[in-house]
């Protein structure tokens, strides 16, 4: 199924696929930190730092790069 055809199915049944994608992306940078998300679905660093703040996360600590030294 592609993307187009799923979003049409989802309306059908009174879904707002935006609104649902939006809300899973909040939940995820809930639980991990934003740059982890970005990096993973191709976001930018800020946009997921965005919806982070809007989602009322507290990953604003979090140093991203490489921690093994």
């Known amino acids: 199924m592609n993307p187009v055809s799923l979003q049409a199915h989802l309306r059908k049944i009174g879904v707002p696929p935006q609104r649902g994608r939006t809300s899973a992306i909040r939940q995820l940078v809930l639980q991990a930190p934003a740059p982890v998300i970005a990096k993973a679905l191709g976001y930018h ?25």
């Open 45 to 69: 660093d800020k946009t997921a730092t965005r919806l982070v703040t809007e989602a009322g996360g507290t990953w604003n600590r979090y140093a991203p790069g490489d921690h093994r030294r």
